[in-house]
């Protein structure tokens, strides 16, 4: 089935960096806008950043300068290196293309991986 498969997230010291990795299963990213999502315990999920196939880029106001999006279209990987971790950033992640549909941080399309920064 269609999916996306994360990796790359753990518990890490406030400060400290993780890279999430993504890629898809079932299809090709081809030339979809792609996004990282994150929703954490109680609160509503939220665009990350999100990288289109020319390489423009956007972030969240609370990421931007700490967080980089990157991509290999033709291995069809998109990356998130998040440093300067703060323990607000703990969530679940989640790596979308942007024609997926019913939500962006529930495990219909992927479970996520889940980032947790202690203080």
Same mark, same amino acid.
């Given at each position: 089935?269609? !999916?996306?498969?994360?990796?790359?997230?753990?518990?890490?010291? %406030?400060?400290?960096?993780? !890279? +999430?990795?993504?890629? %898809?299963?079932?299809?090709?990213?081809?030339d979809s806008d792609l996004g990282w999502y994150r929703?954490?315990?109680?609160s509503e999920c939220e665009l990350v950043s999100n990288? %289109?196939?020319?390489?423009?880029?956007?972030?969240?106001?609370?990421?931007?300068? !700490?967080?980089?999006?990157?991509?290999?279209?033709?291995?069809? /990987?998109?990356?998130?290196? /998040?440093?300067? +971790?703060?323990?607000?950033?703990?969530?679940?992640?989640?790596? !979308? %293309?942007? @024609?997926f549909r019913g939500g962006y941080c529930n495990d219909? @399309?992927?479970?996520?991986? +889940?980032?947790?920064?202690?203080?």
């Amino acid at each position: 089935e269609v !999916r996306t498969l994360e990796s790359g997230g753990g518990s890490v010291q %406030a400060g400290g960096s993780l !890279r +999430l990795s993504c890629t %898809a299963s079932g299809f090709t990213f081809d030339d979809s806008d792609l996004g990282w999502y994150r929703q954490a315990p109680g609160s509503e999920c939220e665009l990350v950043s999100n990288i %289109a196939s020319d390489d423009t880029t956007q972030y969240a106001d609370s990421v931007k300068g !700490r967080f980089i999006i990157s991509q290999d279209r033709a291995n069809n /990987m998109v990356y998130l290196q /998040m440093n300067s +971790l703060k323990p607000e950033d703990t969530a679940k992640y989640f790596c !979308r %293309a942007d @024609w997926f549909r019913g939500g962006y941080c529930n495990d219909y @399309w992927s479970q996520g991986t +889940l980032v947790t920064v202690s203080s």
